[in-house]
C-alpha cells in the first residue's frame, strides 16, 4: 500500500468514526432538542393557548353579565364594541392553536371547544340584539341562563384540553431523560473505538513511512557535495508522496548537474570576456606610444596577429584621393613577399576594395589552396580561414586588416579584431595629422637653415669683393690701363652687394612666414580641437548615465589625447618664440625658499605614487634677494623633474639648491657686476644618457632613445625649452649622466636686477624676427575668467543660465555643434550664424541675453560684427564674449576696443566659459 493510500486510509477510518460519532450526538441531541421544543414551543404553548383562551371568555361572560344586570345606558356602546373585539381575540387565538396540533385527541377537544363557543356567541348576539330593542332586564337573564350549560361545557373541554398537553410533556420529558442518557453510552463507545483505530493506522503509518524516508537519507548522504558533475539517484518503489520525493530528488540532481554544466561555461564565457579586455587593452596602449604610421602599423599587426590566433597578417593604408586612391601594404606578419602585386590593391579592387565599400567585414572558410601559404621551417600549410575588416573613422575607411588563420576564426577572436579596431582609426588620424605638422615644421627649418646658409656664403663672398676692390684700387694706382676691367668689378661688387641684400630681405620674409604659419597653424589646430575637448569632456561628465563605463574610459582618453595635442602645440609655439627672440621676461625678486618649498609639494605626490624617494635640500648661504623671472625658472625645473621622474623606475630623485661655486663661473657667461649665480641641480638614478645622446637631447624633437620601440613617450621638446629659456634667464643648463646609473641636470643661472644686457647678438636677432608674438592658448585669461572659475559651477545655488537665449556665431559647423550641445544642457534657448551678417540678421529680429562671437570668420569678421552690434539700439548693453583660436599678442586688447565684454581663446574649457557667461549675465 502507497504512504498516500495509508494516509488516506487513516485519515478516511479517523473522518468516518468521528462523523460516525458525530452523527450519533446530532441524532441524540436532536431527539432531546425536539423534545424540548416540543416541550417548551409546542406543549406549552398549547397550554398557555388554553389558558388565555379560557380568561378572555372569562372576561367576556362577565362584561356579558354586566350589561344583562344593567341594561341600557351611556356605556353600553362601548361595552358592546368591547364584547366584538374580545369575540375576535378568542376566535384568532383558537385558530391559532387549530394549526399547531398534531395529535387526534387535542384536534378533537378543540373542536369541541370551538362548538361551545359558537353558542355562547349566538347567546351573546341574541342578548345584544335584545339589549338595543329594549327588552326587559329579566328577559335578558332568562337568555343568559339559557347558556349556563353550553358555558359549563366549553370550560370542562378547555380543562380537559390542558390536562392532555400536560400529560403530553410530562412523556416528552421522559422521552428527553432517556436520550440523554442513550447519548452519554454512546459516545463514550465511540471515542473509544475511534481513539483505538486511530492508534492503530497512526502507527502503521509511521512505521512505514519513516522506513522509506530513511532510504532517501542515505541517497542524500551519498551526495559528493565536491564534485556535482554526476549525482546519485534515487530508486522510486511507489507513486505515493515518498516516491514523488524520490522523484524530485532524482530530477533535482539531473538539475544541478546542468546547473553546474551551465556555470563552467558561463564562467568560460567571462574568461572569454576577460581574455578579449586584456588584450584589447594591451593593444590600445600601443597607439600612445607610436609617432609614425608605420612603427603604429608593424607594432599593431604584429601584436594582434599572435594574439587572434592568426597566422598571417596584412595592414593596408589608403592612400590618394579619387580615382587614383588605392591600399598600400605598410605592415605585415610572417608573410614571404613573394607576390609584389600584393603590396598595393586598388581601392575598388579584390575583397579589401570590397570591404571598403561596404564598410564591414568579410570573413571567408574552407580557402582554396592558392592563396598565400603559411610558411615555417619544416613546410608550409594553406590557411582555413581569412578575416578582413575596415578601420573606419567619421565613417570614412582608412585602412583595412587582413588575417589568415590556420583554423577558423573563434568568436572571441572576432570580437577581439572588432573591439581593437574600433579605436585604431582615430590613432591612425592622429599621427597622420601628427606626422604632416612635424613634416611641415620640419620643411619651414630647412627652408629657414637654406636661407641662412645662402646669406653666410653671400656675406662671405661680400668680404671677398671687398678685399678684391682694395686690390684693385691698388692696382689702379700702378696700371692705369686696367680701369676698365676695375670699373666691371666695382659693378658685379654692386651687383653682389643687391643681391646680399634681396637674400636678407628674404630671410626676414622667411622668418615672417614661419611666425604667421605657426599662428594660423595654431588656430586651425585649436578649432578642431576645441569640438574634440568640449564634446569628450560632455561625455565624460554624462550626468544622465546614458553611456558604459567603457565609453567613459573611451571619452576620457579622447579627451586627455586632445589636451597632449594642445600642450604639444604650446610647447612648439613657445620654442618659436625663443627661436625669433619675441619671449618676453620679467625679471623680479625671487624667494629661494618659497621656490624650494613649492617644488617639493608639486612633485610629492607623484613620487609618492611611483614610490621613488624625492627631498628637495636648499642651502643656507644663498642670497635673500634674488633677480630672475620666476615662472621661466619654476618651468625649466618642472621640465627637468619630469623627466628625471619619467626615465627613473626606481631609487631617488632629489633637487639641491645652491650658490654656484668658482669651478662653474669659470664656464659661465661674464655678466658685468653680476656676482650672485644660482645652481639648481635635478639627479635621479634612471636609465641615464649615453656620451653620444647628451648633446643632441636638447635639441627640438630629439630624445635620447630615438628608436622606434622605444619605451618612454614625448614630443622632445621639454629639454630644448629648458635651454632656451635658460638662455634668456643670462644661465645655462648642464647634464652629466652615465646609462643605468641615472643623470645629473644642472641649471646655473645670475641674479639679474636689470634684466639680460643687451648686446648686438641680440640686436641682430630681433632685427632678422619680425613676425608678430604668438601666444599659447589659454595662458592668457581676464580677470573675469578667473573670478568665474572661483565662483565655479558647483556654488551657484541655482542654474543662472537655464531659460536664457544666446546667439552663437561660428564659421566652423564642429564648433557650433559642441557648444550648441553644451548650452542646451544648460537649458539655454540657442540660435546660431555662421558669419556676421547673419548674426547681425538675427540681433535685428531678436532679444538675446548674451552673445558668443568667433573672431575669424568670412564675409564679416568678429571685430567688424562687434562695432556694428554696438552701434545698433538693440546692442548696446548685450554682454558679448569673443572667442577666437588665432590667439595673438594684443587680440584680447583690439577685441575689447571693438566692443567685445570678455575674451575667452580656444580651445575652450567648457566651465570656464559658463562662469563668465554667469558672470554677464548676473551682472545684466
Same mark, same amino acid.
Given at each position: 500500500m502507497t504512504f498516500k493510500k495509508k494516509q488516506f486510509m487513516g485519515l478516511g477510518l479517523t473522518i468516518f468514526f468521528l462523523v460516525l460519532l458525530l452523527f450519533v450526538i446530532m441524532y441524540m441531541t436532536s431527539t432531546i432538542k425536539t423534545n424540548m421544543l416540543e416541550i417548551v414551543q409546542d406543549r406549552y404553548e398549547k397550554v398557555n393557548k388554553a389558558m388565555e383562551i379560557r380568561q378572555q371568555i372569562y372576561q367576556e361572560d362577565r362584561e356579558l353579565l354586566y350589561l344583562v344586570n344593567q341594561g341600557e345606558h351611556e356605556g353600553s356602546s362601548n361595552q358592546a364594541a368591547f364584547l366584538d373585539e374580545s369575540e375576535r381575540g378568542i376566535n384568532e387565538n383558537i385558530s391559532s392553536l387549530e394549526g399547531t396540533l398534531n395529535k387526534k385527541r387535542s384536534r378533537e377537544l378543540l373542536n369541541d371547544v370551538e362548538d361551545a363557543y359558537r353558542s355562547i356567541s349566538d347567546m351573546k348576539i341574541e342578548i345584544l340584539d335584545g339589549l338595543s330593542a329594549g327588552a326587559a332586564s329579566g328577559e335578558l337573564v332568562e337568555i343568559y341562563n339559557s347558556g349556563s350549560a353550553n358555558r359549563s361545557t366549553l370550560f370542562k373541554t378547555l380543562n380537559e384540553f390542558k390536562d392532555y398537553q400536560e400529560s403530553l410533556i410530562s412523556e416528552a420529558m421522559n422521552a428527553s431523560n432517556t436520550a440523554f442518557r442513550q447519548l452519554v453510552a454512546s459516545l463514550i463507545a465511540a471515542v473509544a473505538a475511534a481513539i483505538l483505530l486511530i492508534s492503530t493506522v497512526t502507527l502503521w503509518v509511521i512505521r512505514s513511512t519513516n522506513r522509506s524516508l530513511e532510504t532517501i537519507a542515505d541517497g542524500i548522504k551519498a551526495i559528493d557535495y565536491e564534485n556535482l558533475d554526476t549525482l546519485p539517484r534515487l530508486k522510486q518503489e511507489t507513486d505515493d508522496a515518498i516516491g514523488q520525493i524520490a522523484y524530485s530528488f532524482n530530477s533535482m540532481a539531473a538539475s544541478l548537474e546542468t546547473y553546474n554544466a551551465r556555470e563552467k561555461e558561463y564562467t568560460s564565457e567571462i574568461a572569454e570576456q576577460n581574455w578579449i579586455q586584456t588584450h584589447s587593452a594591451n593593444i590600445i596602449n600601443l597607439y600612445h606610444r607610436s609617432t609614425e604610421i608605420e612603427l603604429l602599423a608593424d607594432q599593431f599587426i604584429t601584436k594582434l596577429v599572435p594574439t587572434a590566433g592568426a597566422s598571417l597578417g596584412a595592414f593596408y593604408l589608403h592612400d590618394g584621393n579619387g580615382e587614383n586612391a588605392v591600399f598600400r601594404k605598410i605592415a605585415s606578419y610572417a608573410d614571404s613577399g613573394?607576390?609584389?602585386?600584393?603590396?598595393? !590593391?586598388?581601392?575598388?579592387?579584390?575583397?579589401?576594395?570590397?570591404?571598403?565599400?561596404?564598410?564591414?567585414?568579410?570573413?571567408?572558410?574552407?580557402?582554396?589552396?592558392?592563396?598565400?601559404?603559411?610558411?615555417?621551417?619544416?613546410?608550409?600549410?594553406?590557411?582555413?580561414?581569412?578575416?578582413?575588416?575596415?578601420?573606419?573613422?567619421?565613417?570614412?575607411?582608412?585602412?583595412?586588416?587582413?588575417?589568415?588563420?590556420?583554423?577558423?576564426?573563434?568568436?572571441?577572436?572576432?570580437?577581439?579584431?572588432?573591439?581593437?579596431?574600433?579605436?585604431?582609426?582615430?590613432?591612425?588620424?592622429?599621427?597622420?595629422?601628427?606626422?604632416?605638422?612635424?613634416?611641415?615644421?620640419?620643411?619651414?627649418?630647412?627652408?629657414?637653415?637654406?636661407?641662412?646658409?645662402?646669406?653666410?656664403?653671400?656675406?662671405?663672398?661680400?668680404?671677398?669683393?671687398?678685399?678684391?676692390?682694395?686690390?684693385?684700387?691698388? !692696382?689702379?694706382?700702378?696700371?692705369?690701363?686696367?680701369?676698365?676691367?676695375?670699373?666691371?668689378?666695382?659693378?658685379?661688387?654692386?651687383?653682389?652687394?643687391?643681391?646680399?641684400?634681396?637674400?636678407?630681405?628674404?630671410?626676414?620674409?622667411?622668418?615672417?612666414?614661419?611666425?604667421?604659419?605657426?599662428?594660423?597653424?595654431?588656430?586651425?589646430?585649436?578649432?578642431?580641437?576645441?569640438?574634440?575637448?568640449?564634446?569628450?569632456?560632455?561625455?565624460?561628465?554624462?550626468?544622465?548615465?546614458?553611456?558604459?563605463?567603457?565609453?567613459?574610459?573611451?571619452?576620457?582618453?579622447?579627451?586627455?589625447?586632445?589636451?597632449?595635442?594642445?600642450?604639444?602645440?604650446?610647447?612648439?609655439?613657445?620654442?618659436?618664440?625663443?627661436?625669433?627672440?619675441?619671449?618676453?621676461?620679467?625679471?623680479?625678486?625671487?624667494?629661494?625658499?618659497?621656490?624650494?618649498?613649492?617644488?617639493?609639494?608639486?612633485?610629492?605626490?607623484?613620487?609618492?605614487?611611483?614610490?621613488?624617494?624625492?627631498?628637495?635640500?636648499?642651502?643656507?648661504?644663498?642670497?635673500? %634677494?634674488?633677480?630672475?623671472?620666476?615662472?621661466?625658472?619654476?618651468?625649466?625645473?618642472?621640465?627637468?623633474?619630469?623627466?628625471?621622474?619619467?626615465?627613473?623606475?626606481?631609487?631617488?630623485?632629489?633637487?639641491?639648491?645652491?650658490?654656484?661655486?668658482?669651478?662653474?663661473?669659470?664656464?659661465?657667461?661674464?655678466?658685468?657686476?653680476?656676482?650672485?649665480?644660482?645652481?639648481?641641480?635635478?639627479?635621479?638614478?634612471?636609465?641615464?644618457?649615453?656620451?653620444?645622446?647628451?648633446?643632441?637631447?636638447?635639441?627640438?624633437?630629439?630624445?635620447?632613445?630615438?628608436?622606434?620601440?622605444?619605451?618612454?613617450?614625448?614630443?622632445?621638446?621639454?629639454?630644448?625649452?629648458?635651454?632656451?629659456?635658460?638662455?634668456?634667464?643670462?644661465?645655462?643648463?648642464?647634464?652629466?649622466?652615465?646609462?643605468?646609473?641615472?643623470?645629473?641636470?644642472?641649471?646655473?643661472?645670475?641674479?639679474?636686477?636689470?634684466? %639680460?644686457?643687451?648686446?648686438?647678438?641680440?640686436?641682430?636677432?630681433?632685427?632678422?624676427?619680425?613676425?608678430?608674438?604668438?601666444?599659447?592658448?589659454?595662458?592668457?585669461?581676464?580677470?573675469?575668467?578667473?573670478?568665474?572659475?572661483?565662483?565655479?559651477?558647483?556654488?551657484?545655488?541655482?542654474?543662472?543660465?537655464?531659460?536664457?537665449?544666446?546667439?552663437?556665431?561660428?564659421?566652423?559647423?564642429?564648433?557650433?555643434?559642441?557648444?550648441?550641445?553644451?548650452?542646451?544642457?544648460?537649458?539655454?534657448?540657442?540660435?546660431?550664424?555662421?558669419?556676421?551678417?547673419?548674426?547681425?540678421?538675427?540681433?535685428?529680429?531678436?532679444?538675446?541675453?548674451?552673445?558668443?562671437?568667433?573672431?575669424?570668420?568670412?564675409?564679416?569678421?568678429?571685430?567688424?560684427?562687434?562695432?556694428?552690434?554696438?552701434?545698433?539700439?538693440?546692442?548696446?548693453?548685450?554682454?558679448?564674449v569673443a572667442l577666437t583660436a588665432k590667439a595673438m599678442k594684443g587680440d584680447r586688447e583690439k577685441c575689447l576696443e571693438a566692443g567685445a565684454s570678455d575674451y575667452v581663446s580656444k580651445p575652450l574649457k567648457l566651465d570656464q566659459l559658463l562662469s563668465v557667461m554667469r558672470v554677464w549675465i548676473t551682472k545684466e
Amino acid at each position: 500500500m502507497t504512504f498516500k493510500k495509508k494516509q488516506f486510509m487513516g485519515l478516511g477510518l479517523t473522518i468516518f468514526f468521528l462523523v460516525l460519532l458525530l452523527f450519533v450526538i446530532m441524532y441524540m441531541t436532536s431527539t432531546i432538542k425536539t423534545n424540548m421544543l416540543e416541550i417548551v414551543q409546542d406543549r406549552y404553548e398549547k397550554v398557555n393557548k388554553a389558558m388565555e383562551i379560557r380568561q378572555q371568555i372569562y372576561q367576556e361572560d362577565r362584561e356579558l353579565l354586566y350589561l344583562v344586570n344593567q341594561g341600557e345606558h351611556e356605556g353600553s356602546s362601548n361595552q358592546a364594541a368591547f364584547l366584538d373585539e374580545s369575540e375576535r381575540g378568542i376566535n384568532e387565538n383558537i385558530s391559532s392553536l387549530e394549526g399547531t396540533l398534531n395529535k387526534k385527541r387535542s384536534r378533537e377537544l378543540l373542536n369541541d371547544v370551538e362548538d361551545a363557543y359558537r353558542s355562547i356567541s349566538d347567546m351573546k348576539i341574541e342578548i345584544l340584539d335584545g339589549l338595543s330593542a329594549g327588552a326587559a332586564s329579566g328577559e335578558l337573564v332568562e337568555i343568559y341562563n339559557s347558556g349556563s350549560a353550553n358555558r359549563s361545557t366549553l370550560f370542562k373541554t378547555l380543562n380537559e384540553f390542558k390536562d392532555y398537553q400536560e400529560s403530553l410533556i410530562s412523556e416528552a420529558m421522559n422521552a428527553s431523560n432517556t436520550a440523554f442518557r442513550q447519548l452519554v453510552a454512546s459516545l463514550i463507545a465511540a471515542v473509544a473505538a475511534a481513539i483505538l483505530l486511530i492508534s492503530t493506522v497512526t502507527l502503521w503509518v509511521i512505521r512505514s513511512t519513516n522506513r522509506s524516508l530513511e532510504t532517501i537519507a542515505d541517497g542524500i548522504k551519498a551526495i559528493d557535495y565536491e564534485n556535482l558533475d554526476t549525482l546519485p539517484r534515487l530508486k522510486q518503489e511507489t507513486d505515493d508522496a515518498i516516491g514523488q520525493i524520490a522523484y524530485s530528488f532524482n530530477s533535482m540532481a539531473a538539475s544541478l548537474e546542468t546547473y553546474n554544466a551551465r556555470e563552467k561555461e558561463y564562467t568560460s564565457e567571462i574568461a572569454e570576456q576577460n581574455w578579449i579586455q586584456t588584450h584589447s587593452a594591451n593593444i590600445i596602449n600601443l597607439y600612445h606610444r607610436s609617432t609614425e604610421i608605420e612603427l603604429l602599423a608593424d607594432q599593431f599587426i604584429t601584436k594582434l596577429v599572435p594574439t587572434a590566433g592568426a597566422s598571417l597578417g596584412a595592414f593596408y593604408l589608403h592612400d590618394g584621393n579619387g580615382e587614383n586612391a588605392v591600399f598600400r601594404k605598410i605592415a605585415s606578419y610572417a608573410d614571404s613577399g613573394n607576390d609584389a602585386g600584393r603590396e598595393v !590593391i586598388p581601392v575598388r579592387e579584390g575583397l579589401v576594395g570590397q570591404c571598403a565599400r561596404e564598410k564591414k567585414a568579410i570573413y571567408l572558410t574552407n580557402v582554396l589552396d592558392s592563396y598565400t601559404p603559411v610558411m615555417t621551417a619544416f613546410g608550409e600549410a594553406v590557411p582555413k580561414s581569412i578575416l578582413i575588416s575596415p578601420v573606419i573613422v567619421k565613417d570614412e575607411v582608412v585602412a583595412v586588416i587582413e588575417l589568415a588563420n590556420l583554423r577558423e576564426f573563434t568568436k572571441a577572436e572576432k570580437i577581439l579584431v572588432e573591439k581593437v579596431l574600433e579605436t585604431l582609426g582615430i590613432a591612425v588620424t592622429n599621427i597622420l595629422g601628427r606626422m604632416e605638422v612635424e613634416r611641415l615644421l620640419l620643411e619651414s627649418q630647412a627652408q629657414t637653415e637654406e636661407l641662412q646658409s645662402q646669406s653666410e656664403e653671400l656675406q662671405a663672398q661680400s668680404e671677398e669683393l671687398q678685399t678684391q676692390a682694395e686690390e684693385l684700387r691698388m !692696382i689702379n694706382e700702378q696700371l692705369e690701363e686696367r680701369s676698365k676691367e676695375a670699373e666691371q668689378k666695382s659693378a658685379q661688387l654692386q651687383k653682389a652687394k643687391k643681391d646680399l641684400e634681396e637674400h636678407a630681405k628674404q630671410l626676414q620674409l622667411s622668418s615672417k612666414y614661419k611666425s604667421e604659419f605657426l599662428a594660423n597653424m595654431s588656430h586651425e589646430l585649436r578649432t578642431p580641437l576645441n569640438s574634440i575637448l568640449l564634446l569628450s569632456e560632455m561625455l565624460t561628465e554624462d550626468e544622465d548615465q546614458a553611456l558604459t563605463d567603457e565609453q567613459k574610459e573611451f571619452s576620457r582618453v579622447i579627451h586627455t589625447s586632445g589636451q597632449d595635442l594642445l600642450d604639444l602645440i604650446n610647447d612648439i609655439l613657445d620654442l618659436s618664440k625663443v627661436e625669433v627672440g619675441k619671449l618676453e621676461v620679467e625679471f623680479d625678486v625671487v624667494n629661494i625658499k618659497e621656490f624650494s618649498d613649492r617644488i617639493n609639494q608639486l612633485f610629492a605626490h607623484l613620487a609618492a605614487h611611483k614610490n621613488l624617494e624625492f627631498s628637495v635640500t636648499a642651502s643656507k648661504d644663498l642670497p635673500d %634677494v634674488f633677480y630672475t623671472d620666476e615662472q621661466r625658472l619654476q618651468q625649466i625645473v618642472k621640465n627637468l623633474l619630469s623627466n628625471a621622474f619619467k626615465f627613473t623606475e626606481e631609487g631617488s630623485v632629489a633637487v639641491s639648491v645652491e650658490k654656484a661655486g668658482s669651478k662653474e663661473l669659470a664656464s659661465l657667461p661674464n655678466w658685468d657686476g653680476v656676482n650672485d649665480w644660482l645652481k639648481i641641480k635635478v639627479a635621479d638614478t634612471g636609465i641615464g644618457i649615453t656620451k653620444e645622446k647628451q648633446m643632441i637631447i636638447f635639441d627640438a624633437f630629439q630624445q635620447g632613445d630615438g628608436a622606434t620601440m622605444r619605451k618612454y613617450g614625448g614630443t622632445g621638446l621639454g629639454l630644448s625649452i629648458s635651454r632656451e629659456f635658460a638662455r634668456l634667464l643670462g644661465g645655462v643648463v648642464q647634464v652629466e649622466s652615465q646609462e643605468g646609473k641615472g643623470s645629473v641636470f644642472t641649471l646655473l643661472i645670475p641674479s639679474l636686477p636689470n634684466g %639680460v644686457p643687451f648686446s648686438s647678438e641680440h640686436q641682430s636677432f630681433e632685427e632678422v624676427a619680425s613676425a608678430a608674438e604668438i601666444l599659447p592658448g589659454g595662458d592668457d585669461h581676464s580677470d573675469t575668467l578667473v573670478q568665474g572659475v572661483v565662483n565655479g559651477r558647483d556654488s551657484l545655488e541655482t542654474n543662472i543660465l537655464s531659460g536664457k537665449k544666446v546667439v552663437v556665431v561660428d564659421d566652423d559647423q564642429r564648433n557650433i555643434y559642441a557648444l550648441t550641445k553644451a548650452l542646451k544642457k544648460e537649458g539655454m534657448e540657442v540660435i546660431t550664424a555662421e558669419n556676421g551678417l547673419e548674426c547681425l540678421e538675427i540681433m535685428d529680429k531678436t532679444e538675446a541675453d548674451i552673445v558668443l562671437m568667433d573672431i575669424m570668420m568670412p564675409v564679416m569678421d568678429g571685430y567688424e560684427t562687434m562695432k556694428r552690434v554696438r552701434s545698433m539700439e538693440s546692442g548696446k548693453d548685450i554682454p558679448i564674449v569673443a572667442l577666437t583660436a588665432k590667439a595673438m599678442k594684443g587680440d584680447r586688447e583690439k577685441c575689447l576696443e571693438a566692443g567685445a565684454s570678455d575674451y575667452v581663446s580656444k580651445p575652450l574649457k567648457l566651465d570656464q566659459l559658463l562662469s563668465v557667461m554667469r558672470v554677464w549675465i548676473t551682472k545684466e
